[in-house]
């Protein structure tokens, strides 16, 4: 037989092989036993394979991970064979016995700390990748530009963008892998809901960055090498991928930094049960000491080595997990932890002392205090392992107030402009002249509105999936105003517009719930997911609730907008006089100009609704 296994934790493994006999191989089976520590048999299970012919070949796939092994347990296993003598009777021939050992707890630690280590390479090489793929892309424009290469050469070109595509992908497919096999362990180790779910959720970013966004660049690729070379058609085509390529460059970046803070808290939720339990060992110890049916120099050494063991987790553990917290883009503030450590440590330091002068009852108070700051200590490590950081909380309340107000400010200045271009904003050269300049003041202010919510989507898991859907749409309906305006397509450009307006909306909703949660927690100092936690539950008359109907009623304009687009109202013409769908979208309103169009009579009421607000984000 042959036997081959995954390159990662060697979970999942294939045997192959051939049994002969003279007349025929009358039954063929893996067999696998699960032992535990002291190698006591637990369960026996077989699987028959191919038989019934005298030369047999067989492969079977077999997953460890699927038997749920604890710490410490084996699994033993091997291929018995039987021939098929009807005269003697039936004899076996089994293989060599092969096995896999679960590994203990601090082993489990050592390998998942590798593991780690490796995906931060992998997503270092990819994001290298991707920063050189992004000078490809500049560079091969300014070729098209200046006519400085021919069909064939622009194939190959592009031929070796898709091969470099494909490597990240491939290297994306080792990412996920391995964080499949991160996530089996957190399993074995019983983390808890809250991390379970960050893993899922950076599972699900992983899976769009190789299933979506690079997947979509290599058919981009693809398509293009099948077409024939057309010079401003190739040049846009491939500065919308050098667009697509800088987000998946970003979004490497910030899945990088999420892995990271997830490493770290799963080691911080790790050393808070083992404080837990060595504060369960001080009250047992405390009970002993009340009891007094040992001798004081035998509490003594048990109070010893107690102290021994916390010195271990500050010494090994505690240290491993602040290292971890500096290497973070936004460590956090560890100092309470440090200290409530070190406090319980004196303790347990006096409590040996008074016992050493047979000093019980002082003793006592000492091991009463230590058992109360291990389990302060074990908590404080629980709620910052759920995010619960909360001068980090207070930190990002304060930047997410920030960014809602900006996006806000940013749907109104848009829905201005749309309306201005709409009633009457194409009429002169002067005024397309200013409204094309306040479409790019409005891009430059969308991408420094679109680089806050990335910083924010580092420190907060839960967003960052719509951050990255809104601010891709936000970006490419802003670029493709932008260029419409540029183009005297005025019906294209409103599209745009609308359609920004809409992934903006959306981004103000999102940190609308996020700013509620986030107040929800600091307000209660307990519990919480790092920002996306327990449903707040607002009053009809809230802040946020009146936020939300300000957020949705811009939102009904949009819709109001677009279902025109579809029942093809009449509208603004587009450059030449040519009517389309994207002149459509200024088509609310009689058209002649009065201001009386969707919004373009209600600019005190905007005006009033955006003050409110601002002065509600505020």
């Known amino acids: 037989i042959q036997v081959l296994k995954d390159s990662t934790l060697a979970q999942q493994i294939l045997i192959t092989g051939t049994a002969g006999d003279d007349y025929l191989i009358s039954k063929n089976q893996f067999v696998y036993q699960i032992l535990d520590a002291q190698q006591k048999v637990l369960r026996i299970g077989n699987t028959n394979l191919k038989s019934g012919i005298q030369v047999v070949q067989f492969s079977h796939y077999f997953d460890v991970g699927t038997l749920g092994l604890k710490p410490g347990q084996q699994v033993n296993y091997y291929i018995e064979v039987w021939d098929n003598d009807a005269v003697n009777g039936s004899k076996s021939k089994r293989s060599q016995t092969m096995n896999w050992k679960a590994p203990s707890l601090k082993e489990m630690d050592k390998l ?153 808290q799963v080691a911080m939720e790790n050393l808070a049960k083992k404080v837990d339990d060595l504060a369960k060992k001080q009250e047992q110890l405390l009970d002993k000491t009340n009891k007094a049916n040992e ?49 319980a440590g004196e303790k347990m330091d006096n409590s040996s002392e008074q016992l050493n002068k ?140 609308q359609y920004a307006m809409t992934a903006s909306n959306n981004l103000a909703l999102l940190l609308n719930e996020l700013l509620a949660n986030l107040m929800q927690q600091q307000s209660q100092g307990k519990g919480g997911s790092g920002g996306m936690g327990g449903k707040p539950k607002p009053g009809s008359g809230s802040a946020s609730g009146m936020m939300k109907d300000i957020i949705t009623g811009q939102q009904k304009m949009g819709q109001g907008m677009q279902q025109m687009q579809g029942q093809g109202q009449p509208g603004g013409q587009q450059a030449g006089g040519s009517q389309g769908k994207g002149s459509q979208a200024g088509g609310q309103g009689n058209g002649q100009g009065d201001g009386q169009g969707s919004g373009g009579g209600q600019n005190g009421d905007q005006n009033k609704s955006e003050q409110q607000a601002e002065k509600i984000a505020r």
């Open 112 to 264: 998942m700390a590798e593991n780690a280590e490796k995906m931060n390479s992998t997503i270092s090489s990819s994001a290298a990748q991707a920063e050189a793929m992004q000078e490809a892309y500049k560079e091969m424009q300014k070729e098209m530009v200046n006519s400085n290469t021919n069909n064939w050469e622009r194939n190959q070109k592009l031929q070796f963008m898709a091969e470099k595509n494909m490597e990240m992908k491939q290297n994306l497919e080792t990412l996920k892998k391995r964080f499949e096999e991160q996530i089996k362990q957190g399993q074995e180790k019983g983390l808890s809901e809250n991390l379970k779910e960050k893993q899922e959720a950076l599972k699900k970013q992983i899976d769009n960055l190789k299933d979506k966004q690079l997947e979509d660049l290599l058919k981009k690729l693809q398509e293009l090498m099948q077409q024939k070379q057309q010079q401003q058609k190739d040049v846009n085509d491939l500065k919308q991928m050098e667009q697509q390529n800088k987000l998946f460059q970003m979004d490497m970046e910030r899945l990088q930094e999420l892995m990271k803070k997830l490493e770290t």
């Open 358 to 497: 047979e000093n019980n009852s002082e003793s006592q108070k000492s091991q009463k205090q230590a058992k109360n700051k291990l389990q302060e200590m074990s908590k404080a490590l629980n709620a910052m392992a759920a995010g619960m950081d909360m001068k980090q909380i207070d930190i990002d309340i304060k930047a997410t107030r920030q960014l809602l107000t900006n996006l806000i400010r940013f749907s109104f200045d848009q829905e201005q402009l749309l309306n201005k271009l709409k009633n009457g904003g194409n009429t002169s050269l002067k005024k397309y002249q200013d409204l094309a300049k306040e479409q790019n003041r409005l891009k430059i202010n969308s991408e420094m509105i679109k680089d806050s919510l990335f910083s924010l989507s580092k420190r907060i898991f839960e967003i960052a999936p719509t951050i990255n859907k809104e601010t891709t749409d936000l970006d490419n309906n802003i670029g493709g105003a932008v260029n419409a305006l540029g183009n005297r397509n005025f019906g294209e450009a409103l599209t745009h517009q």
């Open 295 to 343: 001798s004081t120099q035998d509490l003594k050494k048990q109070q010893e080595a107690l102290k021994a063991q916390l010195d271990q987790l500050m010494k090994e553990d505690l240290k491993d997990i602040e290292k971890k917290n500096e290497a973070l883009q936004t460590p956090q503030h560890m100092e309470d932890i440090k200290e409530k450590g070190e406090e």
